[in-house]
């Protein structure tokens, strides 16, 4: 450290003045905005700074109507599409609501991270009182001293990210003393400056926790964004469900009237003596066993009506969890061409959200790469001091005196290395090893995924061909249960023969209708899987800024 105060140019006092004025505009300058720097290249971040609450709250809001259209409702009864379902489920579900809130809470620690650079103003003051006792040589009594002192500071100081620390203030200092008649006041005004020349320098690595808070707030909207889908995949499966349990009801009753009339059909024949009163029995089983399949119906319908108000919120609708709901009788066939296997694979690769999710947590690691690597420097900083002062006998001349010839300059080095330096070592060999681990866990989940998109599209080709396959058995079964008919009307069948007849065809429209049913689901779900449930529905939310436009 070296302090001077000669007469060079470099001291000339009017030098000095102008040195602290281009310095304090600088500081007003830099502590102006704080920017955030993107280290390495793995992904592209949104260009913003900071989030207000309300900006938080925008950036997790799907783009879906917000209320129920009137017509929707009737009688106590929630007549709805599978569009209003997802689109309520988005606006209503309350697991969904309280996942949109960890993006915002993720956020604040962004805003923390920046606190550190915050400017700060500070105020401090004191007084000293002091009485001291000298014994000259030449005098046999102690001669008594006594001095009074107050000093007043005020300032703002600010750690910026290049590494620099600044303290810019300014002084009041009174001194009363019985060895001066009249009270001295001193004003100074100065600029402290510190630079870090190894550890510490570069906005790369002081702002590294506010990348990585940031980091840590877009992976939680791809968190956010796979239960969103995660929702919409489970909506869309409850109401086709929800749909197949009312087809099943229908066809149980349909079979119920049919083995009702079979039953008096037989209790006619009986009566004309046509066939043996022993054929009763198999007439009145098989209409027992249609009504405990239907009871079982009714009781699967009621079920799946209680999950799909869950995901609607029950606390949406005035009826609460007794609001009934139906469905049109009406929906559009789907579509049986899918495109070709590598085309999911290659979507699912652009699109799942944990992809994403896992690539910022790499992004994470590379920046702590940086943090511990910049860690294994010797701590290395420059300073340096100016002050300007002014001296007189009132505080107002004081003040008018600071642009005199008083002024002081200090500047140093200051260095520091632990030796070994084993801790800053092991940090950094820790962090490696935790971005190694985070590049094979992508390597990981790449196949993961791909084995879940193939096991999902092999469902979906099974369900597609089902669709055609069960068809075809339904018409088989109705010809075979019309000519065990023809055969019972002349008598060369039983009722059992017919019942069991009627079972096969019964299973076989059962089978029909839900082959179609899991075929839909077979899509919901390559279409989860692949992360472009929400896409292909137009459904808007968080993440777009690192997915592809929906097509392309």
Not at 377 to 390: A, N, R
Request: proline share 3%.
């Amino acid at each position: 450290m070296f302090k001077y105060c000669t007469n060079n140019r470099l001291c000339n006092p009017s030098v000095v003045t102008t040195i602290v004025i281009c310095m304090i505009i600088v500081v007003i300058g830099l502590s102006c905005r704080t920017p955030f720097i993107q280290s390495e290249k793995t992904i592209s971040l949104p260009h913003t700074d900071e989030y207000s609450d309300e900006d938080l709250y925008i950036q997790q809001h799907f783009d879906t109507p917000t209320t129920v259209p009137a017509d929707m409702k009737l009688h106590g009864t929630l007549i709805i599409s599978l569009e209003d379902a997802v689109f309520m489920a988005l606006e209503n579900n309350r697991s969904l609501q309280v996942e949109r809130i960890r993006p915002v809470i993720a956020g604040t620690f962004e805003m923390l991270e920046r606190g550190a650079f915050d400017p700060v103003l500070f105020w401090e003051a004191d007084a000293i009182r002091e009485r001291t006792e000298r014994f000259p040589d030449e005098l046999d009594e102690p001669i008594s001293d006594f001095r009074e002192q107050l000093w007043n500071r005020a300032g703002m100081h600010q750690f910026l990210p290049s590494g620099t620390e600044i303290e810019l203030g300014i002084s009041h200092r009174t001194i009363d003393s019985d060895r001066v008649d009249l009270t001295q006041h001193a004003m100074r005004a100065g600029l402290s400056v510190t630079q870090s020349l190894l550890r510490g320098r570069g906005m790369e690595v002081n702002l590294a926790e506010v990348r990585r808070a940031r980091l840590d707030m877009l992976a939680s909207e791809f968190e956010l964004r796979s239960f969103a889908e995660a929702l919409i995949a489970e909506v869309e499966t409850s109401y086709w469900d929800y749909v197949r349990a009312m087809r099943e009801i229908d066809i149980f009753e349909e079979s119920l009237e049919f083995a009702k009339r079979q039953l008096q059909a037989t209790r006619d024949r009986i009566e004309l003596g046509e066939i043996a009163a022993a054929e009763i029995t198999a007439a009145e089983t098989e209409v027992a066993l249609r009504n405990q399949a239907l009871i079982d119906a009714r009781s699967d319908k009621e079920i799946l009506r209680l999950r799909l108000i869950r995901l609607l919120s029950p606390d949406s609708f005035d009826e609460g969890w007794d609001l009934e709901i139906e469905v049109p009788d009406e929906h559009d066939q789907p579509n049986l061409e899918l495109d070709e296997l590598i085309h999911h694979v290659q979507a699912a690769r652009a699109w799942r959200s944990e992809i994403h999710e896992s690539l910022l947590q790499l992004e994470n690691r590379n920046i702590e790469v940086i943090q511990t690597r910049n860690g294994l420097l010797p701590k290395l900083d420059f300073f340096v001091t100016l002050g300007k002062t002014g001296f007189a006998d009132s505080f107002g001349d004081a003040v008018r005196n600071i642009d005199g010839d008083g002024y002081d300059v200090m500047a140093g080095i200051r260095a520091e290395y632990a030796l070994s330096n084993r801790q800053a070592r092991a940090s950094h060999i820790g962090a490696r090893a935790s971005r190694r681990q985070a590049e094979e866990s992508i390597r990981n989940l790449m196949q993961l995924i791909e084995l879940d998109v193939r096991t999902a599209y092999t469902e979906a080709v099974r369900s597609k061909k089902q669709v055609s396959a069960s068809a075809a058995t339904r018409r088989l079964q109705e010809e075979v249960l019309r000519t065990e008919m023809e055969k019972f009307e002349t008598g060369l069948s039983t009722v059992l023969d017919v019942a069991l007849v009627q079972r096969d065809l019964l299973a076989a429209n059962i089978d029909e209708a839900g082959a179609i049913i899991d075929f839909r689901k077979a899509l919901v779900d390559l279409y989860r899987l692949e992360g472009t449930l929400m896409a292909r529905r137009g459904i808007g939310g968080p993440g777009e800024w690192n997915l592809p436009p929906w097509g392309e």
